[in-house]
């Protein structure tokens, strides 16, 4: 990709994506302490799907009362395993989902005061819009059996489902075929630290320079 690419939006944007357990949330949030505006679409869904959420009518009235625990909120355990063994299934529920989460991450967006804007979208490459709407795309990278344990870890999920989660997303070499842009995430905070603090810069001199292209045909 070039350096800048022509994203519809009046702001400079990056599509922040990786594989799950690639440590997308902690770049996210390093980001943010440098004065990034972060829009979640992870955060955002979540939101919709909880208790009282938007799209919580829509999601019962498709899949009945028991696509909600005992909370209200939607049971994305069962509904995991159902999107995973029924292809319609996951149709139905994108078709939910997809419009509410797309319209909320604009609104996010367009009231946004960071230095520049970062969607941070799990399923970015796989999605197939998300690369022309972002100025650049950042993939956060580590290894596969890295993944797998940080999810172990983190969820309490079996090696066989993490495995399976990352069957379903795009391949490592796909996501770096996407970027413009990739962090490595194989160590720790310390390594990370100084990757995104040059990403910052160069992040910056684009929105100044993109601001003062808007300004020139004011």
Known sequence: MEAMTQAATPYFSIGLTGGI???KST??????????????????????????????????????????????????????????????AKARLEAILHPRIRAATLAAAASATGSYVIFAVPLL???????????????I???????????????GLSEAQVKAIMATQATRS??????????????????LEPQIALLHEVYLAFSKRMAGMASQHL
């Open 21 to 23: 357990g690639c440590g």
């Open 27 to 88: 770049v996210a949030n390093l980001f943010a302490a440098r004065g990034a505006t972060i829009v979640d679409t992870d955060e955002i869904a979540h939101s919709l799907t909880a208790p009282g959420g938007a799209a919580m009518p829509a999601l019962l009235a498709q899949f009945g009362d028991g696509a909600a625990d005992a909370r209200g909120a939607m049971d994305r355990a069962k509904m995991r395993e159902l999107v995973f063994s029924d292809p319609q």
């Open 125 to 139: 490459v796989e999605s197939g819009g998300w690369v022309e709407r972002v100025n650049r795309v950042l993939v």
């Open 141 to 155: 990278d580590c290894q596969e059996s890295l993944q797998v344990v940080r999810v172990m870890q983190r969820n």
């Open 174 to 191: 796909m996501r770096l075929a996407a970027a413009d842009d990739v962090i490595d995430n194989n160590g720790d905070l310390a390594a």
